[in-house]
């Protein structure tokens, strides 16, 4: 690179990322094949909220010790091979991201970190967030997640490392001719469901709670020659939680008096 | 030294094998949304819910579409589309290695057909959500009869349903509450 790249201001309120020349991607394949060292990582905060860092540093503890495969964190950019963008580039800290990019020696790899890194997270639409450190680095590997786990994390070097494949994919879908969605419970009153969910609820909150009264449900409208009262009992059996057992056998009482009551 | 080593041992390994082994995950775990397209009625529910507006609702009304979307990059894996869908099409799954080398391969998108009203032949609302809602009222206990006989009024915007109840006066009672009120 003989020419320092050229930092583009951002016009009409649209950031332009910095360009990667073609010398630049073959240099970056030579340094994936050839790289005989560890790999350093500098973790550049584009305006993060700290808990992106709090996980990569989790990711080079012993329980999951990313150092074992060679990955290093380092204090400088002038020492890194990969650059690790975190945080959904703020105004005031886009500056220092890019000058943190030109004083990585080349060719780098460049890494964008957690949902904010990714598209900007739940700041995208902020007022002074560029939304997204790829709209002002060019990006090789993209990590989602808020924060990713030390293992996504892993996971991730390892494929900026060209060590692991790419998993996810694109999905796109077109709604068939006979689509039809499969109603949840067919076996069961709508009235009984309702008041198995409230109550179900009221007891473990909103999320657990339709859990519980999902497996109850199922259990309820299966038909089987078991009665329902031990197949409730082996379901319980299994789960062994006592906090379960008290929620189902009020479920139990309220489906019992409803059934009576019709 | 022999304390030390005593010590190592007794503590044993605490680096985990992953990624030469399968990482153990908690039950509970919330990781990457796993959507069933052929289970969505397209309600848009998830897209309300939805803090970092990862998953988006479009419609092209030209085209008769109404496309669902997920950006994963924006996903804060936060399950509130899974709290709030009412057929459960989307459930947050245990499968955590989300890394892409390309940002296209974050999307994921569905789209559905917009049904017409019946009355005015506008574009009303997604055709699965309004099959949806009649196999809810045959679920409730109306026959399979009586719900075909409202299948106009299911499929009736509400512009429409507004000026038919006006045309209807003779169904109209504004003092429905007095009267009820007299016979308590």
């Known amino acids: ?93 886009r500056m220092p991201a890019i ?41 090789d590997v993209y990590i989602p997640g808020c924060p990713p786990t030390p293992a996504a994390t892993i996971y991730g070097f390892a494929m900026a490392l060209g060590l692991l ?53 199922g259990i309820l409208g299966t038909k089987s020659s078991e009665g329902l009262e031990a197949r409730i009992q082996e379901y319980l059996a299994k789960e062994s939680d006592p906090r379960l057992t008290e929620i189902v056998t009020n479920l139990c009482e309220i489906s019992t008096k409803a059934i009576a009551a019709n | 030294m022999l304390k030390l080593f005593k010590t190592i041992l007794k503590t044993g390994e605490a680096t985990l094998k992953y990624p030469f082994a399968p990482m153990p995950i908690s039950p509970g775990f919330r990781g990457k949304p796993e959507y069933k397209p052929e289970q969505c009625i397209a309600c848009g ?64 998108n569905a789209t559905f057909k917009i049904a017409n009203c019946t009355c005015c032949e506008k574009p009303f609302a997604p055709q699965k959500e309004i099959e949806y809602t009649a196999d809810l009222l045959k679920q409730t206990g109306m026959s399979a009869e009586a719900v075909e006989a409202c299948r106009d009024q299911l499929q009736t915007c509400a512009d429409c349903k507004r000026k038919q109840s006006m045309r209807a006066t003779d169904k109209v009672e504004l003092t429905g509450f007095m009267q009820k009120g007299n016979e308590a």
Request: include cysteine; charge should be negative; glycine fraction near 10%.
């Open chain 2, 45 to 108: 529910a998830c897209a309300i819910a939805c803090p970092s507006n990862a998953l988006s609702m479009s419609a092209n009304v030209e085209a008769g579409e109404h496309t669902w979307q997920l950006f994963l990059g924006n996903c804060i894996f936060c399950g509130r589309c899974e709290e709030v869908c009412p057929t459960k099409a989307i459930v947050l799954s245990q499968e955590f290695e989300l890394a892409v080398g390309n940002k296209n391969d974050l999307f994921q």
């Open chain 1, 99 to 139: 000058r943190s990019y030109e004083a990585a020696p080349d060719p780098k790899i460049c890494v964008s970190y957690g949902a904010c890194g990714c598209g900007g997270g739940i700041f995208h639409d902020l007022y002074c967030v560029w939304g997204g450190s790829d709209k002002i680095v060019p990006i």
């Open chain 1, 1 to 93: 690179m003989n020419e320092p790249d050229k930092i583009i201001l951002p016009g009409n309120g649209m950031p332009q990322p910095i360009k990667q020349s073609e010398e630049f991607q073959n240099l970056k394949g030579q340094l994936l094949k050839d790289i005989r060292r560890s790999a350093y990582v500098y973790r550049v905060d584009c305006g993060g909220c700290n808990g992106c860092e709090i996980e990569i540093f989790a990711a080079i503890t012993p329980i999951f010790d990313a150092e074992r495969f060679g990955i290093k964190v380092v204090a400088s950019p002038r020492h890194a091979d990969i650059l690790l963008f975190t945080g959904a580039v703020t105004r005031a800290m």
């Open chain 1, 165 to 217: 494949g790419q998993k996810l994919k694109a999905s796109s879908h077109i709604q068939g001719e006979s689509e039809r969605v499969v109603m949840r419970h067919p076996g069961v009153p709508v009235e009984l469901r309702v008041l198995i969910e409230r109550e179900a609820r009221r007891m473990a909150g909103y999320r657990m709670g339709a859990d519980i009264a999902d497996d109850f449900l």
